[in-house]
């Protein structure tokens, strides 16, 4: 299962414009918007059947796994986030956890609220270890800063590949700051919905979970 990641930090925000950092402040603050809003929408069931590698054995996709697995992958947007590579190894304390290491980061967006900075950071990851096929991470994290010092991280977004499962973690952060997020775990039975929650981040740089409900897993 993947969790929502808050860190905190005394480490600055550096001045460098080369970052990527662009600290624009709006007359009327608003949060950029990512993800898909049609996610509000679709009412999955706590689980589904799949068939990852075509076993002849295995009973065959119904039809409403068969959608539920198309809508899925439909609003997974991750590929389609674009942003801009950047090579200073700053962020790399906020955003990793033991064992990872990254592999690229990429600025998708900066905005200011007063003394309030938002950094939108996509990122690809790898877990170190004795592992013949290693997990790989792909997220898009919300950096908030304060006084450009570090105060948390707010997971977005998360692909966690393994060898036989996968994890995700679907957001959409409207241009309120209500984040809503769907997490999703699959293996090579079925794919299962299991948790949703709703986050609310306010523009003076806190965070509020509003409401967290897991899923039953079957």
């Given at each position: ?35 898909r809003k049609e996610i509000l929408d679709v009412k999955f069931p ?84 004795q592992y013949d096929w290693p997990p790989t991470f792909q997220e ?79």
């Open positions: 299962m993947i969790l929502l990641g808050l860190q905190s930090c005394e480490k600055k925000i550096p001045k460098n414009s080369n970052l990527g950092i662009t600290n624009s402040t709006k007359k009327t603050f608003q949060f950029t918007e990512i993800g706590d689980y589904w059947n799949t068939q990852t590698y075509n076993d002849s054995e295995a009973p065959p996709m119904t039809k409403e796994a068969v959608y539920f697995e198309e809508k899925l992958n439909d609003l997974d947007y991750f590929d389609s986030v674009k942003g801009r590579l950047i090579k200073t190894k700053f962020y790399n304390t906020f955003l990793t956890e033991k064992n990872q290491k990254i592999d690229s980061l990429f600025i998708l967006d900066s905005i200011s609220n007063k003394d309030i900075s938002f950094v939108y950071i996509k990122s690809y990851k790898t877990e170190n270890g898009i994290d919300l950096l908030i800063f304060s006084k450009s010092k570090f105060k948390e991280k707010v997971n977005i977004y998360s692909c966690q590949n393994y060898p036989f499962a996968v994890g995700m973690r679907l957001g959409y952060l409207n241009r309120e700051g209500d984040l809503f997020v769907k997490e999703f775990d699959t293996d090579e039975e079925k794919t299962a919905f299991v948790k949703e929650e709703h986050i609310q981040i306010s523009k003076d740089g806190s965070t509020k979970l509003i409401s967290s409900a897991k899923k039953n897993e079957k």
